[in-house]
């Protein structure tokens, strides 16, 4: 099992700032531009299919709500499965 990082309260919090973010189309052939991110935002909510940072397979993360921070990193959000819109993601 990989080891667990440990941090402060304040490095944990400052994990979960974005200086970066961009508009993601789902795509099931290609990776996002810049990939991996730390998180996605839900503008519309749904379902959405994350390949978790180079593990070659979806996910499917069901029913996310609406202005939902999904803090995953990942690679690509995939077409099939993905009903979800309005789709940022950050790093």
């Known amino acids: 099992m ?10 944990s919090l400052n ?7 961009v508009a993601v189309s789902p795509d099931d052939a ?7 991110y730390k ?3 839900v503008g519309v909510g749904g379902d959405v299919a994350l390949d978790l940072n180079n593990s070659g ?3 499917v993360f ?3 709500a ?13 077409s099939t499965g993905t009903t979800a819109t309005n789709l940022v993601a950050l790093k």
């Open 2 to 11: 990989a080891e667990l990082q440990k941090y402060s309260v304040k490095e």
């Open 15 to 21: 994990q979960l700032l974005y200086d970066s973010a």
């Open 30 to 36: 290609s990776d996002i531009t810049g990939a991996p």
């Open 39 to 41: 998180a996605l935002y």
């Open 57 to 59: 397979e979806a996910i």
């Open 62 to 64: 069901k029913n996310l």
């Open 66 to 78: 609406s202005g939902q921070i999904l803090p995953v990193v990942f690679d690509r959000v995939d």
